[in-house]
């Protein structure tokens, strides 16, 4: 998450989304640069050199950025698309890209025999659990290996006896060995170490099973820790345009803008309180804008009273009182030109002004992942 307080430049003037015109009904939609998203994949390619393949991490709806239009833009130079579970699987495959899906965790048992009919490479952290998946038929794994993520997979101690059964089982085809890096955006001693023993567990590795491919880098590694690349890298983050380390922020465009309309418009007298709570009172004569999005759009409701803002004409407005499900209050009151059904950017650029994703992240206390993932399915996207 990006430190409080630290402001990013805005890119250059180019780095605008191109003119998109949207339907005067619609009350939040989205709108996806897919040209931002493929200069970021150009970005990562930079970074990892000509060798490594890509495995562009598309889970949670693309990190709510529409994953069909995510995938067909990114399908160029990536070899392999991370997902969480087999329903977002068959969504990355109604793409039709002919790459390979990851399922990225663990599956349930009743979702074995759909990950191998649909020849889904499969996460484990045992033999025992790839034997369980090979009784549907041939299947290729990842095999998951633990060194500090505490989450999924084998200890770095079982990894090399855990690999020579598999080897040995007659349905299971190793595919690729990989760790996850939880600390490498705020812990760079800690992750050294983690790399430094895994490369030397990879090399015992891969005598016992030559071909099968290792990746350890997220978007964090990608960025700090590139010479680790091995034969895979998985960005997430980064192929939107967002940095997990603000000093690499202008390296990268943001691919998403987030907007809404005014919907009703009031003149709202000295102590008159706003929303539920009562917890903003003006202080002097107002003028209020009814924005249509609220907390069910994803529009975090942890954002009220911490200094959240829009931007309507180009200027920044405040956010009044609690967000509701399905409503904002902003404060227009140096804006007498707005009109009902308005644009109001709630993360984008607007003029001279922008709202980036880390700053609603922010100001809810949370990290900019959950803000993306969390916009909500009746928010329209639209892929530009």
Same mark, same amino acid.
């Given at each position: 998450?990006?430190?409080?307080g630290?402001r990013?430049?805005l ?5 605008h ?6 339907p005067?009904?619609?009350r ?7 040209g931002?998203?493929? /200069? ?11 060798q490594?393949g890509?495995l562009? +991490?598309?889970k949670?709806?693309a990190y709510?950025?529409?994953? $069909?239009?995510v995938?067909? @833009? ?5 070899e392999?698309f991370?997902v969480?579970n ?7 495959a109604?793409?039709?890209?002919s ?5 990225l965790?663990?599956?349930l048992?009743?979702?074995? *025999? ?5 020849g889904?490479i +499969?996460?484990?952290s045992?033999? $025992? *659990?790839a034997?369980?998946y090979s009784?549907y038929g041939?299947? !290729?794994v990842?095999?998951k ?5 505490g ?5 770095s @101690?079982?990894a090399?006896d855990?690999?020579?059964q ?5 349905h299971?085809?190793?595919y ?5 890096l939880?600390?490498a955006?705020e812990d760079?001693?800690f ?11 990879s090399d015992?590795?891969?005598?016992i099973?030559p071909g099968?491919?290792f ?10 820790r590139? $010479?680790h /690349?091995?034969?895979?890298? /998985?960005?997430?983050?980064i192929?939107? &345009?967002v940095?997990?380390l603000? *000093?690499?922020?202008m390296k ?6 987030w907007?809404s309309r005014?919907?009703?418009? !009031?003149?709202?007298?000295a102590?008159?309180s706003?929303?539920?709570? /009562?917890?903003?009172?003006a ?9 249509a ?6 529009f975090? !409701?942890?954002?009220s &009273?911490r ?5 309507v ?6 956010v009044?009182?609690r967000?509701?499900m ?8 140096m804006l007498?030109? +707005?009109?009902?059904?308005? $644009?109001?950017?709630?993360v984008?650029?607007d003029?001279?002004?922008?709202n980036d ?7 809810a206390g949370t990290i900019s992942w959950?803000?993306?993932s969390?916009?909500g ?8």
């Open positions: 998450m990006r430190r409080p630290v990013i430049p890119p250059p003037l180019h780095h989304m191109p003119a998109l015109s949207v005067d009904h619609l939040t939609w989205v709108e996806i640069n897919l931002a998203l493929q /200069r970021n994949l150009a970005f990562v390619r930079k970074r990892i050199g000509p490594p890509i562009a +991490v598309v949670a709806n709510g950025h529409g994953v $069909e239009g995938v067909r @833009a990114l399908a160029g130079d990536t392999v991370g969480a087999v329903k977002e699987a068959l969504e990355v109604s793409a039709s890209t790459r390979c899906v990851m399922l965790s663990p599956c048992p009743a979702e074995y *025999e759909m990950a191998v009919r649909s889904y +499969v996460t484990v045992s033999a $025992e *659990e034997l369980a009784r041939d299947v !290729r990842n095999f290996v633990d060194t500090g993520m989450r999924a997979g084998c200890s @101690a079982l090399v855990e690999v020579r598999m080897l040995g089982m007659e299971v085809f190793l690729s060995i990989s760790t996850h939880p600390s955006d760079s001693d992750t050294i170490a983690q790399l430094t023993s895994f490369d030397v567990l015992q590795l891969r005598a099973a099968v491919k990746h350890v880098l997220n978007s964090a590694g990608v960025l700090t590139p $010479e /690349r091995f034969d895979l890298v /998985r960005p997430g983050l192929l939107y &345009g940095s997990p603000p *000093e690499y922020s990268l465009e943001p691919v998403l803008s907007k005014v919907v009703l418009l !009031r003149d709202l007298p102590g008159a706003v929303s539920y709570g /009562r917890s903003f009172i202080q002097k004569p107002i003028r209020t804008a009814l924005v999005v609220g907390y069910a759009d994803g975090p !409701r942890q954002v &009273g200094g959240a803002s829009v931007l004409r180009g200027v920044r407005c405040a009044l009182g967000v509701t399905d409503q904002i209050v902003v404060d227009v009151s007498p030109e +707005v009109r009902l059904g308005d $644009e109001v950017t709630l984008g650029r003029g001279a002004e922008r994703v880390d700053d609603l992240a922010s100001q959950e803000i993306l969390g916009i399915r009746r928010v329209e996207r639209f892929h530009v």
